[in-house]
């Protein structure tokens, strides 16, 4: 039976290192019979959803054309064969400008004998905040996190990214069966043997990896969370360097504690968060929760602690200025000529 796996994110789940580590080991996932298809130019297939996304085609030159193309081919290929076919691209989930209409997705893989949706989600406190770090890496002029949480507070998306899961039911549902939409927890599955893949190893029908799978480095790690807000609060017109934020984890580690925890969030606002999402929450949990077997519906986690926003007080800022100036003056002596 032809089967397509659907990833279609969400975003911050660790998508960047599913999609390396299946490229990683093409070859023995098709020894297997599943094929995850080498799509130019990255180990990702978001260039499959240029015929929702203008952007695609402007940046890539990859046309829905093309896309319409691969899409044939996977279906002549594998739409009636004893192989699986894994798809993986956060886009496909995106809300608001470039959505994909999943009725007209439906139709170009109709010609497979299933088709199954995995989307793996996360507490929204615990999303926004990456969302924030990753703005603050790949953004010229980030955006303050405060605006993002007062819009996430109002709005049930950042930037594209949904942060409501149930809309991302309601969406899929347009092409594809609720029954073929499998949610699983970030939380639940990311300590587990298998990771983050431990979806697809359960929808393949296999008890762990195979023998000789390769792991693969971890991607997009986010740097830390609170000297990142700190770097970008002293400057916020660039995305904040990499040296500065350790310059300036160091400084918290005399501070708080060496290795201690940081949040972006106080945690107030990540509770009030948590609570605008409570009972979204608990209907996908609801909706899913009978065939999704790593979907559960995640408490409000918080751990005891965790240096919050509202710590970088005028005595923190007053210890970094010192460190900082003390370290000028440590390289303006290494630079003075002798004698």
Known sequence: MGRLILHIGAHKTATSYIQDVLALNEELLASRDVVYPNIWPNNAHHVLTAPWRPEITETTGFTPEDADRWYAKLVRDHGKSDRTVILS??????????????????????????????????????????????????????????????????????????LDHEWVIDHAMKGFGQ????????????????????PFIDLLGWDALPEGFVPHKRSNVSADPLATFVAHRLNVNVAPKAGDIQRIRKVMDLAFGAGTRSAVFNKDEAEALDARYRASNQAVFDRLGGHSKWLTNVPFTWKDGTIERKQIDDDFLYLLCRRLLAQVDRNAAAAKPEG
């Open 179 to 198: 029954e073929n939409i499998h949610f699983a927890s970030y939380e639940k599955i990311k300590d587990t043997p298998a990771g983050v893949l431990t």
């Open 89 to 162: 691209a956060e886009p496909y989930s995106r809300c608001a400008q470039g959505e994909t209409d999943f009725s007209e997705l439906a139709a170009r893989v109709e010609g497979f004998d299933e088709v199954v949706i995995v989307y793996v989600l996360r507490q929204q406190w615990e999303l926004l905040q990456s969302l924030y770090l990753q703005f603050t890496t790949d953004w010229r002029r980030p955006p303050r996190f405060e605006m993002m949480l007062a819009n996430a507070m109002k709005e049930p998306r950042v930037a594209g990214v949904p």
